[in-house]
């Protein structure tokens, strides 16, 4: 696997949704952010984060997923993935996604809104 | 195994399953789902939304509100209304097009694929699922039986039972006794009488602090004990007597008429006395003869029942493995069982199974700890993968922040149940 940097935009809009732990700083392949997903397969994906999350944008408590650029949404869950970013709920849930299966999530959760 | 997207691409003939589509001019699939709590209501909504009308779905229901056990003890803590965990069905007759009846189902025929409900109604069906909660084991309590629920209320269907625990508790007289007989493994919802416990005694330490709160428990140990214990010993000093198996906690019987409980040969006198009895299928599954003992057995890969494959079985109710009976199991192993329902009878793609589950728990204001763990299919159950819970000594901060997430999370459940 390359060991490229996460790309700053991205990783900007990481540290602004939450907290990091103190791991060594992750790496992201650049061909991550290239897979295309299948949204129809997010679709189904999507009913593991809606327990908590909100298909209808509001948060309260737990944020918002929807609407997001595919890269970001896919940088935060590798993120996750990497147990870099701190929280148990979602370094569990992130951690037995597949890359091809969060660009799926990512390809759905971009157009609800 | 293992699913993962080369797995059910590469056998992609095999896991689309052969496809039960009516012909034109006979109608459409017809789904029955019986009971519309967290496993029922995800079902019928997820099957109808997600087929665009393609198949009919009828969510059987008795009650018209639908007062959810998961946060009834944040009500009994004066945290949440009633009408904060009380819920309708209208949004998903107006909005996914089910057919919502307010009935009981009384009857089920496997061999005709009908069921008959308490009004005099039948429902044909090409699809069953029973998501039918939970009842009590008679006898599982010596001396209590459902005629004593209102001296002595198990509250563990929430609704008006919670109502009257909750009055019960604020009429206590100054220093009185409230105890807990606690039911053993497995039941809904591992941590919610020691949640409950915890809430009992956030509203006694203001209203009636030398009150005093007994626990007999036939378990050695419960779900969260070391957070649990750590926070009784932080907020409830010297309030919480918890009497587990080793003390004879399993060794109980009651008389609702003098309001006393006995453990293991002691008897005392109680002003509150919550009984939370063995539990078991709800009665449907039961009556459906799909339960072997007091659970309905089902695959791992689509909650369908091992007595009938037209039959799915969710929640409390069903014997699947490893994930504990609650609201959030229920949800999760619906939208598995909506998929393989939906693929069944109108030949859409079946995804592999994804469950996952969560409870958070209060302890107190402002402390909130939580448990979690994913789940995979296997040939043999569901089988867990991965988990995690809160550490005892965990920051104020971080306790805070795990309350407000549940609050979150049941928003976004109810969202999801009821649309």
């Known amino acids: 696997m390359c060991r490229a940097g996460f790309a700053l935009t991205a990783l900007a809009a990481v540290l602004a949704g939450g907290s990091v732990t103190g791991n060594e700083a992750p790496s992201l392949d650049p061909a991550i952010l290239t897979i295309e997903g299948d949204a129809e397969w997010g679709e189904y994906l999507a009913g593991e984060c809606l327990t908590c999350h909100r298909a209808d944008g509001l948060a309260e408590g737990i944020p918002r997923i929807t609407g997001w650029e595919p890269d970001d949404f896919v940088t935060a869950m590798h993120a996750y993935k990497q147990n870099w970013r701190s929280h148990p709920i979602m370094q569990m849930v992130a951690g037995r996604l597949s890359d091809e299966e969060i660009a799926a999530l990512a390809a759905y959760f971009k157009d609800l809104e | ?419």
């Open chain 2, 1 to 419: 195994m293992t699913w993962n997207r080369r797995t059910f691409l590469g056998t992609g003939a095999a896991v689309v399953a052969a496809p039960h589509v009516l012909a034109e001019g006979q109608g459409k699939s017809r789904v029955v789902v019986i009971g519309g709590g967290a496993g029922g209501a995800t079902a019928a909504r997820y099957i109808a939304k997600d087929s665009e009308g393609g198949i009919d779905v009828t969510l059987v229901e008795p009650t018209r509100t639908y007062f959810s056990c998961f946060f009834s003890n944040l009500y009994l803590g004066g945290f949440k209304t009633i009408d904060d965990i009380g819920h309708t069905y209208g949004a998903l007759a107006a909005a996914h097009g089910i057919n919502v009846v307010h009935d009981w189902a009384v009857e089920v025929d496997r061999a005709g694929k009908i069921v008959t409900l308490a009004g005099g109604g039948v429902l044909e069906y090409d699809k069953l699922i029973l998501s039918p909660g939970i009842d009590f084991v008679d006898g599982a309590v010596g001396g209590w039986d459902i005629s004593a629920q209102n001296r002595m209320p198990h509250a563990y269907k929430a609704g008006s039972q919670t109502e009257l625990l909750k009055a019960q508790i604020a009429a206590m007289p100054e220093g009185g006794t409230y105890a807990m007989v606690a039911p053993p493994n497995p039941y809904r919802c591992p941590p919610g009488p020691y949640e409950r416990i915890s809430m009992v005694a956030h509203v006694l330490k203001a209203s009636n602090p030398t009150a005093k709160i007994i626990v007999a428990d036939p378990k050695p140990k419960f779900s969260k004990m070391a957070l649990f214990e750590e926070g009784w010993a932080n907020h409830y000093p010297g309030m919480i007597d918890w009497i587990g198996e080793e003390f004879g906690g399993g060794n109980v019987s009651v008389d609702p008429d003098a309001m006393t409980l006995t453990i293991d040969g002691d008897e005392t006198a109680v002003d509150v006395c919550n009984v939370i009895p063995a539990m078991k299928a709800g009665r449907i599954a039961e009556v459906a003869g799909v339960t072997d003992g007091n659970w309905a057995p089902v695959n791992a890969a689509d909650m369908s029942s091992k007595a009938d494959p037209d039959v799915h079985v969710l929640g409390d109710a069903s014997q699947q493995g490893d994930m504990p009976k609650s609201a959030f199991s229920a949800n999760s192993q619906a939208k598995a069982c909506a998929n393989a329902v939906r693929g069944a009878l109108t030949g859409s793609k079946v995804f592999p199974p994804r469950y996952s589950n969560t409870c958070w728990s209060l302890i107190a204001a402002g402390d909130g700890v939580k448990v979690g763990a994913t789940y995979e299919a296997t040939e043999e159950k569901i089988a867990r993968v991965d988990g995690f819970i809160s550490q005892p000594g965990e920051s104020t901060e971080l306790r805070q922040a795990t309350y407000e997430e549940s609050e979150g999370w049941y928003a976004g459940i109810i969202a999801d149940m009821f649309g």
